[in-house]
């Protein structure tokens, strides 16, 4: 359903490793699955997305998996940098609606 | 290339005014338009969407109301803010199944 008012969990990683970051989704029939990456005081833009047809998609440094057992995602992000540091929210689709994962706020450490 | 418009970008209310944002999108048409709200620190929560002009589907119950007078513009208003209505408000479009947010506008109810 709808996303929930939790607080954001907190992923922090060393600069030049990779993080992976997780989301849990609610519907099975979601067919397409977008993450996006929310920088402080901006909208969400959009990162990469994957179509329930497929298991893995790579983009430039990211790569998200799904797993539709288990109605999960996550984004692998490579060689993690400084302006990787932002809050990240996977959003499932169906029909006209996207639903929001309550987001990870991802630290990068010097 | 499409682009969507918010405005203003910050607005600090007193309880009790009233609230008008809105949201314009060029170059598409007849985009699906969505309204969220996010709390500080948290997920972004669906308030309504809008499949056409006049079209205008809610999602959770509120003193905010929405309407869609013309196909690329979208509005969101209240008689009468509330406290708990600060927050930060983005507007966003989709055709297919890709979802774009504008900048968003942060509202703060005093």
């Known amino acids: 359903g709808e996303s929930v008012g939790l607080h954001l969990p907190t992923l922090s990683v060393q600069e030049g490793d990779n993080s992976i970051i997780n989301c849990a989704y609610s519907?099975?029939?979601?067919?397409?699955f977008i993450w996006y990456k929310q920088e402080s005081g901006k909208g969400p833009q959009f990162i990469i997305d994957?179509?329930?047809?497929?298991d893995k998609r790579q983009g430039q440094r990211v790569t998200v998996l799904l797993n539709k057992t288990v109605k999960h995602l996550s984004l692998q992000i490579a060689a993690t940098q400084p302006g990787d540091s932002a809050v990240y929210f996977c959003?499932?689709?169906?029909?006209?609606?996207?639903?929001f994962g309550p987001g990870t706020r991802l630290s990068v450490l010097p | 290339s499409q682009t969507i418009h918010q405005w203003p970008a910050t607005l600090v209310q007193p309880v009790g005014s009233p609230l008008s944002l809105e949201c314009t999108v060029e170059?598409?048409?007849?985009?699906?338009l969505y309204w969220y709200r996010q709390a500080a620190g948290r997920g972004l929560q669906l308030l309504f969407y809008?499949?056409?002009?006049?079209?205008i589907s809610s999602e959770v119950p509120q003193n905010l109301s929405a309407s869609r007078p013309q196909d690329r513009q979208f509005i969101l208003s209240s008689k009468k803010l509330l406290l708990s209505d600060s927050g930060f408000y983005l507007c966003?479009?989709?055709?297919?199944?890709?979802?774009?947010f504008g900048p968003g506008t942060r509202l703060t109810v005093l």
């Open positions: 966003a479009w989709s055709v297919g199944d890709e979802q774009f």
């Open positions: 519907n099975s029939a979601s067919d397409y």
């Open positions: 994957i179509r329930s047809n497929m």
């Open positions: 959003a499932e689709n169906f029909g006209q609606n996207f639903v």
């Open positions: 170059g598409t048409s007849n985009p699906n």
């Open positions: 809008s499949v056409g002009i006049g079209q």
